[in-house]
């Protein structure tokens, strides 16, 4: 069972981990990019060592890059491990997905061989999943090809916290290990495509050859590339697309010549594109297909001249990140929602709830005629009877917004954080954040009764019938064990009162768990978020109102219903 703070460090890794891919594609050089391959690994994903074994054109593979140790990089930086030795050691040992790991009692037959190694001493494992210091963790990389083409291998080494890798900690570097090879490969092109321009520039006398390489570098190119016109009236236009390129949009040449880039973009993704830089920019947007189906994919520029005083054009490396991208939403949506219920978590509860909300109290509620103090004449609407509620911060700041609309420190008219009010009274007509904290009664006693297997079922169903029974746009999450939250906004006290009988009415119900019908009350607790509160304080309050009307009903009529 997960622990309450298994989805923070998640989180953590998460964003240590795209922080560290993104850095990958930042090198100038190859050399560069397999340093960064080597010092992601220890700086993102928690070994104290990592060695980058590249694949060389005869096959068998160099010790590119490492980190962690300097007297290991010495020791074994640049020399070479035969391609027949490496294959036996990817066929070892246990396959975690695409990693290698070869346990202690297998890989000393290992310690002999001719693959460029380093050995670590330490003491024997306390308990089974500690790691030994004969342990060997491998995360091949492919090409991005059908091929399955082996580019080199990452080598760990000591976990920092001691351990050998879990499921989580697994796939970040299986996923770390594809970002990398994808790094390798663009750096690999971007060489070839710099060498290319530079013998463009220096070989004039033997221009036809040049064109050659370069048409070959573009033309064959496993990703896609553009030339596109660099100002006037057709400044994008794409003039030249290769194969690559019109398989990924499913578009012929003849057919993407009559665009450019922004007529294909996302709507969403047009700023992104416009603020682009021509030189060096990178971008990472969505481009229309042929089926009116998006794609994900990475943009990188540079700018060429076609002779040394001719007309520049603008070369775009277009990669296909769309896998990458599901794969990033998809680790987001686990690190950020329960694993059983699927349900928004502890953590992206706070989340939203914070967003709801400013450290500046609510702002003014008039419910009488007339125009407030200092309002001056204008075309106001107020209902006033004498009695006003306001806050101010200085006497200069008298601005009233009867819609919640909050002009902030500096007046601004075009702050529209819209202010979270909490109601006062039944039918004061003030409409605000309802925060229904569920707490259900009688479930310890069919996880003893039937058994855990059965509990899960009971937790499924009534987060399904939770989500059920709100509107589109309110929140209902887990908090952990039998315990949700359900945020609904724009309701009155009645509304709020209401939603919450109607779903304990459906909680109620019989549930089919286990094989038998079973059934579990519920508590619920009916909190406001008002802003000047903290997500802590609206929380707490709506938990202690659910114990108050726990409480205030018999053990008897909790347990049904």
């Not at 020399?79 to 297998?106: C, K, Q, Y």
């Not at 996923?175 to 092109?189: C, E, F, G, P």
């Not at 690190?335 to 699927?342: E, K, N, R, V």
Request: charged share 25%; with cysteine; hydrophobic share 35%.
């Amino acid at each position: 069972m997960e622990t309450e703070s298994e989805p923070y460090v998640r989180l953590a890794t998460l964003r240590q981990l795209h922080k560290v891919v993104a850095e990958l594609n930042g090198a100038g050089s190859l050399a560069d990019t397999l340093q960064n391959v080597a010092d992601g690994v220890v700086t993102g994903l928690g070994y104290e060592l990592a060695c980058v074994n590249l694949v060389r054109s005869d096959g068998d593979l160099v010790v590119a890059a490492f980190a962690g140790s300097a007297a290991a990089e010495a020791l074994i930086t640049g020399r070479v491990g035969p391609r027949a030795s490496w294959d036996r050691r990817l066929s070892m040992g246990e396959a975690w997905g695409e990693l290698r790991f070869i346990p202690h009692t297998e890989g000393w037959v290992l310690i002999e061989d001719d693959v460029p190694q380093w050995h670590t001493e330490g003491p024997e494992p306390r308990f089974e999943d500690e790691w030994h210091p004969r342990d060997r963790l491998y995360a091949p990389m492919y090409g991005s090809g059908g091929g399955r083409e082996l580019l080199g291998v990452i080598s760990v080494d000591r976990p920092r916290n001691g351990r050998r890798p879990g499921p989580w900690g697994q796939e970040a570097l299986q996923t770390y290990a594809s970002q990398a090879a994808i790094a390798i490969s663009n750096a690999r092109l971007r060489a070839n495509m710099q060498r290319a321009l530079v013998r463009l520039e220096r070989e004039q006398q033997a221009l036809r050859s040049s064109e050659e390489s370069f048409r070959q570098a573009f033309e064959y190119a496993p990703s896609g590339m553009a030339i596109a016109e660099m100002g006037g009236d057709q400044h994008g236009r794409l003039l030249r697309t290769n194969d690559a390129l019109c398989r990924l949009l499913g578009r012929p040449a003849s057919v993407l010549r009559r665009y450019s880039f922004a007529d294909l973009v996302h709507p969403e993704d047009v700023g992104t594109l416009l603020r682009t830089s021509a030189e060096g920019g990178r971008a990472e947007i969505r481009l229309g297909r042929r089926d009116s189906t998006y794609v994900w994919v990475s943009l990188r520029n540079s700018v060429v001249a076609d002779t040394a005083d001719g007309p520049r054009f603008l070369l775009t490396h277009v990669e296909d990140i769309e896998d990458r991208k599901r794969h990033e939403l998809a680790l987001a949506h686990r690190a950020s929602h329960d694993a059983l219920t699927g349900l928004p978590n502890s953590a992206e509860l706070r989340s939203r709830l914070s967003a709801k909300l400013c450290e500046r109290p609510g702002t003014v509620r008039v419910p009488s005629a007339g125009p407030p103090p200092g309002a001056g004449p204008g075309p106001y609407d107020y209902e006033f009877d004498g009695s006003y509620e306001y806050d101010y911060e200085a006497d200069t700041e008298a601005i009233f917004n009867t819609e919640g609309y909050s002009f902030g420190h500096s007046g601004n008219p075009y702050d529209h954080h819209v202010h979270v009010v909490a109601p006062e009274s039944d039918d004061d007509g003030t409409k605000g954040l309802a925060v229904l904290f569920c707490d259900l009664d009688g479930f310890k006693s069919i996880n003893d009764r039937f058994g855990h297997q059965a509990g899960d079922e009971v937790l499924i169903e009534v987060a399904r019938r939770l989500t059920t029974g709100v509107r589109e746009g309110d929140t209902v999450a887990r908090l952990g064990g039998d315990e949700f939250v359900v945020l609904a906004d724009g309701l009155g006290v009645a509304d709020a009162a209401d939603l919450a009988a109607r779903l304990r009415n459906a909680i109620i119900l019989p549930i089919r768990a286990g094989g038998r019908a079973v059934r579990v009350g519920a508590s619920f607790g009916i909190g406001w978020a008002s802003c000047g509160m903290s997500v802590d304080a609206v929380l707490t309050s709506a938990d202690e109102r659910m114990y108050v009307e726990k409480r205030s009903r018999s053990k008897v009529h909790r347990r049904a219903g």
